[in-house]
């Protein structure tokens, strides 16, 4: 518990407003998620019209301004970790999902992970090691690694780096804990 003191010398307790402060950071949270998914839409449309420069340009602003823009949450169900991510998968954000998912892979005995990449807007050769690593991980236990609801460009990544001859995919999370 952690306590302030008053003008008085009472204590008060400052558990409150770290409540508060948790919540707060939750809501900016999604709200820079909904502006960056805004703004890569806008890069989009950007480059289907051959504005090219602009588009870049937008693109290097994007990639200096966010902080650290990838959201995990994990749920269990059955033997099965789901890890739903959000945000851009790169080379800023793997390591820190390589470590938190080894974690709770340790922590509860998981032997089976599924991937949710449908908020995932954008995954680089990065992406594809954490999620290899993960694999191999599983594999000495004699588990499983599934990818579920990717968009185009990711499941792209994915298909022509050859991930789906070792990982399945799935269009759906149950899909993804029946098979597994």
Same mark, same amino acid.
């Given at each position: 518990?952690?306590?302030?003191?008053?003008?008085?010398?009472?204590?008060?307790?400052?558990?409150?407003?770290?409540?508060?402060?948790?919540?707060?950071?939750?809501?900016?949270?999604?709200?820079?998620?909904?502006?960056?998914?805004?703004?890569?839409?806008?890069?989009?449309?950007?480059?289907?019209?051959?504005?090219?420069?602009?588009?870049?340009?937008?693109?290097?602003?994007?990639?200096?301004? @966010?902080?650290?823009?990838?959201?995990?949450?994990? $749920?269990? #169900?059955?033997? !099965?970790?789901? %890890?739903?991510?959000?945000? +851009? =998968?790169?080379?800023?954000?793997?390591?820190?999902?390589?470590?938190?998912?080894?974690?709770?892979?340790?922590?509860?005995?998981?032997?089976?992970?599924?991937?949710?990449?449908?908020?995932?807007?954008?995954?680089?050769?990065?992406?594809?090691?954490?999620?290899?690593?993960?694999?191999? @991980?599983?594999?000495?236990?004699?588990?499983?690694? $599934?990818? #579920?609801?990717? !968009?185009?460009? %990711?499941?792209?990544?994915? +298909? =022509?780096?050859?991930?789906?001859?070792?990982?399945?995919?799935?269009?759906?999370?149950?899909?993804?804990?029946?098979?597994?």
């Amino acid at each position: 518990m952690f306590f302030s003191v008053n003008a008085d010398g009472e204590k008060s307790s400052l558990q409150p407003l770290f409540y508060i402060f948790a919540e707060l950071n939750t809501i900016i949270y999604k709200y820079m998620i909904n502006m960056f998914d805004l703004l890569q839409k806008i890069m989009l449309k950007l480059w289907k019209k051959k504005e090219a420069k602009l588009a870049k340009e937008l693109r290097r602003w994007i990639t200096l301004n @966010r902080v650290m823009l990838m959201e995990l949450n994990f $749920s269990k #169900v059955d033997n !099965n970790l789901v %890890v739903a991510l959000t945000g +851009e =998968l790169d080379h800023h954000s793997a390591e820190e999902i390589r470590v938190k998912v080894d974690d709770r892979i340790d922590r509860d005995g998981i032997n089976n992970l599924v991937f949710d990449f449908s908020r995932v807007t954008f995954m680089d050769s990065s992406g594809i090691g954490m999620v290899i690593g993960r694999y191999k @991980r599983l594999s000495i236990r004699k588990g499983k690694v $599934s990818v #579920v609801a990717a !968009n185009k460009n %990711v499941k792209r990544v994915f +298909e =022509l780096s050859g991930m789906f001859k070792i990982i399945n995919y799935y269009e759906s999370i149950n899909d993804a804990i029946k098979c597994g």
